[in-house]
Every structure is written in structure tokens, then in C-alpha cells.
């Protein structure tokens, strides 16, 4: 997310030879050097140069009047969004100003009150199908400690698809979870294994692959089915 306007002044930040350093210490461990960076530099403080900049902001008062803005004092279709990447740049989530309006109002009617209604029983079939088979497992009954995370993801990963693209992927969810689970891994890496390059090379060049994987096996879905409108990945 990026401010359209322009600040009058620059911001407090530390020197740039001690920068570097202190971005790495942000992607392991941030309190600690947030902690820092306000002790020594007051509550809004920037980081980087050119267009890979940042502000960290830990005043309340400069908080409240940041979230009070409209939304057309921001910007997302900005080169270095690595969401664009991921949903394509002509993505809904990744659009801004009159772009946004009408991508906005062409998916409109397919998440209405009534579309969305439509797809409880299949939320409530499905949840209670897998605790079910949670209990003839025996995890549950049997006082087993069970990681809920990977179950949760798997059931929310069949029902989106499910919702989304009709029966005929519903079988084929895990695949898609598992190409999907790289571009998702990209994103919660640190920024600079996120930083673009155009070779077929690393974590970015594998998300490329997995990416285009997943777009073919969406292009299969016919258009014009019932729950099956071959949407956007995003």
C-alpha cells in the first residue's frame, strides 16, 4: 500500500550504512528493533530509498488519521506490489481508481448476499463431514491432541473450490492447494527473496511454474456453468 501523495519533508530514519542491518533484524524479529528505531527517531521513522521505501508509523494519533483516509489517497498497482505477481496485474485486488470500479462491478453479482447464502449448506455439509471422520479416526474421542491448522486449511482449500468452480475440480483440491501453497510461501518470505527479476530461476521462477499450472487447469472449466464462472485466482 502506497500514499498517492507526496511528503513534504523527509522522514527521520537512521543512517544508510546502519540500514541494511536493521531491515534484516525487522524480517526476524521486529519488536525489538521497532522498539529501537522509536526511541531514537521518534514515532514515524523511514526505511530505504526510491521506490522501495517504507514508513513505520507507531504514533496512535498518526494511526487514526492514516486509517481515516480514503481510499483514493492510496495506491495498489504500484511495480513493486508482488501481489500483481501472484493474481496477475490486471487483478482485481492489485487495480486502483476506474480499473478497480470495473473489475470491482464485473464479479459484483457473483458475490451478492444471495450467492453467498447459497454456499452454507456447503460449508456446513463439508465441516461436518470432516469432523465426523475426525471421530471415527478416533483423534477426537480418543483424547489424541490433534493440529487443527492443516485440517481447517484443507477443508477452507475443498470449499472455495468447491464454491468457486463447481464439482468437476472439487476432486482435484489438494493439487491446487499444493500449487497454490509456493506462490504463498513467496509471499510471506522476506522482500528481498521477493524482489523481481524475469529468469526462470529460484522460489520466483518455481512460483511461475506452479502459477501456470494452476491458470491451465482453471482454463478447463467450461464457462457458464452454475458455480462454475471461472473467476479470477484471487
Not at 30 to 54: C, K, Q, S, T, W
Not at 122 to 139: C, H, N, P, S
Request: proline letters at 8%; hydrophobic letters at 40%.
Amino acid at each position: 500500500m502506497v500514499t498517492s501523495t507526496l511528503v513534504s519533508k523527509p522522514l527521520p530514519h537512521p543512517p544508510w550504512r546502519h540500514q541494511p542491518r536493521l531491515i534484516g533484524r525487522i524480517m526476524a524479529d521486529p519488536r525489538p528493533v521497532l522498539d529501537e528505531l522509536r526511541e531514537g527517531y521518534g514515532p514515524i521513522v523511514g526505511l530505504g530509498a526510491g521506490p522501495l521505501r517504507m514508513a513505520i508509523v507507531g504514533d496512535p494519533v498518526a494511526l487514526r488519521e492514516l486509517f481515516g483516509m480514503p481510499t483514493e489517497s492510496f495506491r495498489w498497482g504500484h511495480r513493486f506490489n508482488v501481489l500483481g505477481f501472484v493474481v496477475g496485474h490486471d487483478s482485481l485486488i492489485v487495480s486502483d481508481g476506474a480499473d478497480w470500479e470495473r473489475r470491482r462491478g464485473a464479479i459484483r453479482a457473483g458475490f451478492s448476499r444471495r450467492r453467498l447464502n447459497g454456499w452454507i449448506d456447503t460449508i456446513v455439509r463439508r465441516t461436518d463431514a470432516r469432523v465426523d471422520r475426525l471421530i471415527e479416526e478416533e483423534l477426537i474421542s480418543g483424547g489424541a491432541v490433534v493440529d487443527l491448522y492443516p485440517i481447517g486449511a484443507t477443508l477452507v482449500q475443498e470449499i472455495v473450490v468447491r464454491a468457486m468452480f463447481g464439482e468437476r475440480l472439487a476432486s482435484r483440491a489438494a493439487e491446487i492447494a499444493g500449487l497454490f501453497r509456493s506462490a504463498q510461501h513467496y509471499l510471506e518470505s522476506p522482500f528481498y527473496r521477493q524482489l523481481p527479476h524475469p529468469l526462470p530461476l529460484g522460489h520466483r521462477g518455481r512460483v511461475r511454474a506452479d502459477l501456470k499450472s494452476l491458470r491451465s487447469i482453471v482454463a478447463e472449466v467450461p464457462q457458464g456453468k452454475q458455480g462454475a464462472q471461472r473467476p479470477s485466482l484471487t
